[in-house]
Every structure is written in structure tokens, then in C-alpha cells.
């Protein structure tokens, strides 16, 4: 089992960047893979961006290739979302998940996620 944690959530001047971190406690992160999905107001949980347990696949969504980079540092337990060049359109709530994985094709269906974190809430000021 494993509890994520994300920080790094904020207020920023469209253009500007954010750098989200998802702590996972527990053991085994290493083979777990995980996902940034967002949720914007009055819409569904889209997924952003994947990556597999060893951080060799990765996956973006048209909506944030190009300007968000996903990274993992398994030695810290820690998975990152590096975004730049925000819009008003990536204000979100945003969700770490994590699926239990050891395939280098990784889930982008929400419902395949086993576990989640509480979410951080991104705006961004136009």
C-alpha cells in the first residue's frame, strides 16, 4: 500500500511555471507506476501524464506536451511535474496516482489507479 502526498500548488501569472512533488510513503515505489491527472472545475479527471516505474516511458496528453515535464526520483520516493508556459485552461486541481506495475505501457484510464493523493490546487491568473 502506499499514501501519496502533493505540494508544490499555487497562484501564477500565465506564462509562468510550477513545479508539482508527489511524496509516496511505503515501501516498493520503485514499482509502482504513476500519472498526474487534473480536475478542472465542472469537468471530469483528465489524466496530464504518465510514467512507468522506472521513469524509461512516458506519456503526455496533447493538452501539456511540450510544456510539462513528468520525473521520478525512486530513491526519494518522489515523482515530479515540472509545468511551464501555464495557461488560464491548466487551472486544475491536480492528483497524483500510483498502480501497482511493472509494464512499460502504462495506464491513462483514471479508473486503473489504485491510489491517490489528496490533490493540489494549481491557478493560473491571466
Known amino acids: 500500500q502506499v499514501q501519496l502526498v502533493e505540494s508544490g500548488g499555487g497562484l501564477v501569472q500565465a506564462g509562468g511555471s510550477l513545479r508539482l512533488s508527489c511524496a509516496a510513503s511505503?515501501?516498493?515505489?520503485?514499482?509502482?507506476?504513476m500519472a498526474w491527472f487534473r480536475q478542472a472545475p465542472g469537468k471530469g479527471r483528465e489524466v496530464g501524464t504518465t510514467i512507468s516505474w522506472s521513469g524509461g516511458t512516458t506519456y503526455y496528453a496533447d493538452s501539456v506536451k511540450g510544456r510539462f515535464t513528468v520525473s521520478r526520483d525512486n530513491a526519494k520516493n518522489t515523482v515530479y511535474l515540472q509545468m511551464n508556459s501555464l495557461t488560464p485552461e491548466d487551472t486544475a486541481v491536480y492528483y497524483c496516482a500510483a498502480k501497482r506495475s511493472l509494464s512499460t505501457v502504462v495506464a491513462r484510464n483514471l479508473y486503473e489507479y489504485d491510489y491517490w493523493g489528496q490533490g493540489t490546487q494549481v491557478t493560473v491568473s491571466s
Open positions: 511505503g515501501r516498493a515505489f520503485s514499482t509502482y507506476a
